[in-house]
């Protein structure tokens, strides 16, 4: 919501959106809401590292590392020279999905009594990769603007760049985890799902 009333329901075009360096109130709002985000993403690092403390292998993943671990240094270079502009499009993306993914996390703390409520965990994932198509076409449009004014270029290859790597490890995640059935809810794994192996869930 902050990224929105920072410019991307007022003044950004949706389309070739420069980075604003002025003093204006909606310019210092998508500052503040640029490092806000940027602290959002340390503490998402912490989420590995205590993961790696706990010795909870089977969540440290090269999907889960890497995704935690790139993105608050290249945010801190972003925010550092970019706070905002068409460049600031896939933190308000993300923030969103992020909303929805606290909210599953939430309910599941609950224990079983919120079981029957996560029915959609599968849908996060189908969201995240939603979330990476948008950005890529987002961002892609910069290539096919020759006039667009927007400042740091190697921001928006490197979007561009995370946004498709991203998609790639987040399919190949859906790939192993519902496609080949190691997810199935226990009652299917216990007695054989058709076309499916009988498997432990993770």
Same mark, same amino acid.
């Given at each position: 919501?902050?990224?929105?009333?920072?410019?991307?329901?007022?003044?950004?075009?949706?389309?070739?959106?420069?980075?604003?360096?002025?003093?204006?109130?909606?310019?210092?709002?998508?500052?503040?809401? $640029? =490092?806000?985000?940027?602290?959002?993403?340390?503490?998402?690092?912490?989420?590995?590292?205590?993961?790696?403390?706990?010795?909870?292998?089977?969540?440290?993943?090269?999907?889960?590392?890497?995704? @935690?671990?790139?993105?608050? =240094?290249? =945010? *801190? *270079?972003?925010?550092?020279?970019?706070?905002?502009?068409?460049?600031?499009? @896939?933190?308000?993306?993300?923030?969103?999905? @992020?909303?929805?993914?606290?909210?599953?996390?939430?309910?599941?703390?609950?224990?079983?009594?919120?079981?029957?409520?996560?029915? =959609?965990?599968?849908?996060?994932?189908?969201?995240?990769?939603?979330?990476?198509?948008?950005?890529?076409?987002?961002?892609?449009?910069?290539?096919?603007?020759?006039?667009?004014?927007?400042?740091?270029?190697?921001?928006?290859?490197?979007?561009?760049?995370?946004?498709?790597?991203?998609? #790639?490890?987040?399919? +190949?995640? *859906?790939? @192993?985890?519902?496609?080949?059935?190691?997810?199935?809810?226990? #009652?299917?794994?216990? +007695?054989?799902?058709?076309?499916?192996?009988? #498997?432990? $869930?993770?």
């Amino acid at each position: 919501m902050q990224f929105l009333m920072s410019g991307w329901l007022s003044t950004y075009t949706w389309r070739c959106d420069p980075v604003d360096y002025s003093n204006s109130p909606e310019a210092l709002r998508m500052v503040r809401v $640029a =490092w806000l985000f940027l602290f959002s993403k340390f503490i998402e690092l912490m989420d590995t590292v205590i993961f790696i403390l706990r010795k909870k292998d089977g969540q440290v993943t090269f999907l889960h590392v890497f995704h @935690h671990s790139v993105l608050p =240094w290249s =945010w *801190w *270079w972003g925010v550092k020279i970019a706070p905002g502009g068409m460049g600031s499009f @896939h933190a308000m993306i993300n923030s969103s999905v @992020h909303v929805v993914m606290y909210l599953y996390y939430g309910l599941s703390a609950l224990g079983p009594v919120a079981q029957p409520y996560l029915w =959609w965990k599968k849908h996060m994932t189908a969201i995240q990769l939603i979330q990476f198509v948008l950005v890529s076409l987002h961002i892609s449009q910069y290539y096919f603007m020759p006039s667009c004014s927007y400042q740091y270029p190697v921001i928006i290859h490197l979007i561009w760049m995370y946004g498709t790597i991203f998609f #790639v490890l987040f399919s +190949n995640f *859906w790939y @192993h985890s519902y496609t080949k059935g190691k997810r199935l809810p226990r #009652v299917l794994q216990q +007695n054989g799902a058709p076309g499916t192996a009988k #498997v432990k $869930a993770n």
